[in-house]
């Protein structure tokens, strides 16, 4: 083994010996390299941006709010929904003086009004909390679409077994959960001011995944502001052309004033 390594240690440096002693490749040399240097910069660019994008993207972002579906009858997203529902009844307390959007999206780029969204939620959440009227921006992301295994098949839920994903799955374990959340929405100022239809709140009560709206955004709120706690209210869209202006409906939901307030 050392005769061959010698050997190799032998080649490259007559290979550089003959380099140095050799004056018309030098220059060839440095050109060579200049020009390796030139023609890389643009893939490592390409390769840095796509990087930069995919950790700036709509996707990454709510991602870092995501509550999980998998586990079914276990998941996160279960507790979640028993904990706000539990909430609502008195069963529980233990969401008492938390605030937060509740938002069902679809993955990146499969949900336009979702990617366009989430640069006024990026916004808002910098708003101080004194801006969000003393409670602390908060946000909960289920994603419609995420992938699971077909685990709610083997959970001891019958239920769900012929459902086709793990968001189908939640929806008919939790009806009466979405039909309470709908009739919420139907007594809110938002709905009032026909700032969400008829056939809107009709989807959201159904709790069909081929009917159920991206986003569906529901405003939860068990803060001792509030006279009934719970949900507040849901919207399916937003105004705005800039991240400032989708911030500011936003805002509005969420301290339930104009077209989220009474008139």
């Given amino acids: 083994m050392k005769k061959i390594l010698g050997a190799i240690g032998a080649f490259f440096v007559r290979i550089w010996q003959w380099i140095k002693e050799t004056a018309w490749i030098q220059p060839l040399l440095i050109v060579g390299v200049i020009f390796a ?4 910069i643009t893939p490592i660019y390409n390769g840095i941006k796509e990087l930069n994008d995919k950790r700036n993207s709509p996707d ?9 579906l998998k586990g ?3 998941s996160d997203a279960q507790k979640l929904l028993d ?3 539990e909430n609502e009844n008195g069963l529980s307390s233990n969401l008492d003086g938390q605030k937060f959007f509740l938002a069902f999206i679809q993955g990146e780029n499969k949900c336009t009004y979702c990617d366009q969204m989430q640069e006024g939620f990026d916004t808002m959440s910098k708003f101080s909390k004194e801006k969000l009227g003393g409670a602390a921006f908060g946000l909960k992301t289920i994603f419609v679409d995420q992938e699971t295994k077909e685990d709610w098949k083997k959970d001891d839920y019958k239920g769900d077994d012929e459902c086709k994903s793990a968001f189908d799955a939640l929806l008919v374990r939790n009806i009466l959960y979405f039909e309470e959340f709908a009739g919420s929405a139907q007594q809110s100022n938002y709905y009032i001011n026909d700032g969400i239809s008829d056939e ?5 009560q159904e709790a069909n995944v081929d009917t159920f ?3 569906t955004i529901f405003v939860v709120d068990f803060t001792n502001g509030v006279t009934a706690k719970g949900v507040q209210t849901a919207f399916i869209s937003f105004t705005g052309s800039n ?4 911030a500011e409906f936003l805002l509005d939901a969420w301290l339930y004033r104009n077209d989220f307030g009474p008139k």
């Fill in 60 to 68: 990454a972002f709510y991602k870092n709010y995501q509550v999980s």
């Fill in 243 to 246: 991240s400032i202006q989708k």
């Fill in 213 to 215: 709206v991206t986003p």
């Fill in 200 to 204: 809107t709140i009709t989807k959201i």
């Fill in 83 to 85: 904990d706000i529902y």
């Fill in 72 to 74: 079914a009858v276990d």
């Fill in 37 to 40: 240097i030139i023609f890389s």
